[in-house]
T-cell receptor, first 113, second 112 residues
Framework: GNSVTQMEGPVTLSEEAFLTINCTYTATGYPSLFWYVQYPGEGLQLLLKATKADDKGSNKGFEATYRKETTSFHLEKGSVQVSDSAVYFCALVSLNTGNQFYFGTGTSLTVIP | EAQVTQNPRYLITVTGKKLTVTCSQNMNHEYMSWYRQDPGLGLRQIYYSMNVEVTDKGDVPEGYKVSRKEKRNFPLILESPSPNQTSLYFC???????????FGPGTRLTVT
């Protein structure tokens, strides 16, 4: 079956620190992978995506590389800001289950000045 | 403005009293979906619809119904709500040719 596992939070970092949020997946077929972000009181927004192995998704200084050999899609940012405080969700959709998304449990990030 | 709207945003109700949460999108998307978000469990898909009159169960469909009579609307129906359906609910839509989902602002439901 399909599933996503991401590191538990909460994560608290100082401004300008390096961020890594780990995400690993199990999937049948060839999944597309996503990171979504949820700001307080809002719905989820797509942050970045990768649709095949070795693709790197990037947006707003965040990056994640689709690693088929380790079934991972870790989220990184070199220098976080207070405005990055949010909950981050890793997700996948597989061609074998093309209309069903699978989300991780979410990782809460708080960045302090 | 392209958006997904949900109503109501907050709802407190009692066990057994039927309720409907509406969802509407103005992007002409074929695909719509309902999720519930619970602490420690992330988002779990309840139902999805690939087009008008086409609906399918997600991971946690028990206790919920949906209908898709029009492309823009996808209401979530709880015929007899129970306390374990207390949750934060999100509607989402996407174009069939894309995997980018657009989420509504959420509906916080409390069943007492």
């Amino acid at each position: 079956g399909n599933s996503v596992t991401q590191m538990e939070g909460p994560v608290t970092l100082s401004e300008e620190a390096f961020l890594t949020i780990n995400c690993t997946y199990t999937a049948t077929g060839y999944p597309s992978l996503f990171w979504y972000v949820q700001y307080p009181g809002e719905g989820l927004q797509l942050l970045l995506k990768a649709t095949k192995a070795d693709d790197k998704g990037s947006n707003k200084g965040f990056e994640a590389t689709y690693r088929k050999e380790t079934t991972s899609f870790h989220l990184e940012k070199g220098s976080v800001q207070v405005s990055d405080s949010a909950v981050y969700f890793c997700a996948l959709v597989s061609l074998n289950t093309g209309n069903q998304f699978y989300f991780g449990t979410g990782t809460s990030l708080t960045v302090i000045p | 403005e392209a958006q997904v709207t949900q109503n109501p945003r907050y709802l407190i109700t009692v066990t057994g009293k039927k309720l409907t949460v509406t969802c509407s999108q103005n992007m002409n998307h074929e695909y719509m979906s309902w999720y519930r978000q619970d602490p420690g469990l992330g988002l779990r898909q309840i139902y999805y619809s690939m087009n008008v009159e086409v609906t399918d169960k997600g991971d946690v469909p028990e206790g919920y119904k949906v209908s898709r009579k029009e492309k823009r609307n996808f209401p979530l129906i709880l015929e007899s709500p129970s306390p374990n359906q207390t949750s934060l609910y999100f509607c989402a839509s996407r174009d069939q040719g894309s995997y980018e989902q657009y989420f509504g602002p959420g509906t916080r439901l409390t069943v007492t």
